[in-house]
T-cell receptor
Framework: QQQVKQSPQSLIVQKGGISIINCAYE??????FPWYQQFPGKGPALLIA?????SEKKEGRFTISFNKSAKQFSLHIMDSQPGDSATYFC??????????????FGKGTKLSVKP | DTAVSQTPKYLVTQMGNDKSIKCEQN?????MYWYKQDSKKFLKIMFS???????INETVPNRFSPKSPDKAHLNLHINSLELGDSAVYFC?????????????FGPGTRLLVL
């Protein structure tokens, strides 16, 4: 059972364009939604995260938009740069307690930003 | 200084062998994790562990077992390796699981079972 669905699987964007990656979740107990960035040959690293008490969070060129009623959240990368080329994972977790606190990852989006 | 380190970086072995992957974190974190990333890049948690509790993903075969000699280390032992175990294994750590802290990932161990 895939609890976090991510799309698209791959994305090609021109330098300076906007990259948009979407995720949808099923478990209404989820209350933490991070995005991780992974470069080839490296481990994932936290990029930005949001909790459901806000609808948007912005850090530099990266913005998370969150729609609680639709159970969807998305990552927007403004002014995309070739250095942003990586695989992006959305994730979700529930409150502390047993396996609920573990991160459930989407299947990833491979972003390529063309110069 | 590497926050989360793993050894070896690459591991090539024969089916049926037993192998271990080591993980160390120097962040003073209370919780450590093991993840498996398959050929399609899908990341799936295998274990989460702190000094109080081991949480096992129910889909993980019992051939896989975590061993923690101390708070800074969580090693992964794999018995009777199978072809399907070929993947990249990531260790991660966080301050604790209660506050949904940032997880810091190691560089990964690329396991190939022949």
């Amino acid at each position: 059972q895939q609890q976090v669905k991510q799309s698209p699987q791959s994305l090609i964007v021109q330098k300076g364009g906007i990259s948009i990656i979407n995720c949808a979740y099923e478990n209404t107990a989820f209350d933490y939604f991070p995005w991780y960035q992974q470069f080839p040959g490296k481990g994932p690293a936290l990029l930005i995260a949001i909790r459901p008490d806000v609808s948007e969070k912005k850090e530099g060129r990266f913005t998370i938009s969150f729609n609680k009623s639709a159970k969807q959240f998305s990552l927007h990368i403004m002014d995309s740069q070739p250095g942003d080329s990586a695989t992006y994972f959305c994730a979700a977790s529930g409150p502390y307690g047993g396996s609920q606190g573990n991160l459930i990852f989407g299947k990833g989006t491979k972003l390529s930003v063309k110069p | 200084d590497t926050a989360v380190s793993q050894t070896p970086k690459y591991l090539v072995t024969q089916m049926g062998n037993d192998k271990s992957i080591k993980c160390e974190q120097n962040l003073g974190h209370d919780t450590m994790y093991w993840y498996k990333q398959d050929s399609k890049k899908f990341l799936k948690i295998m274990f989460s562990y702190n000094n109080k509790e081991l949480i096992i993903n129910e889909t993980v075969p019992n051939r896989f077992s975590p061993k923690s000699p101390d708070k800074a280390h969580l090693n992964l032992h794999i018995n009777s390796l199978e072809l399907g175990d070929s993947a990249v294994y990531f260790c991660a750590s966080s301050q604790n699981t209660g506050l949904q802290e940032t997880q810091y990932f190691g560089p990964g161990t690329r396991l190939l079972v022949l």
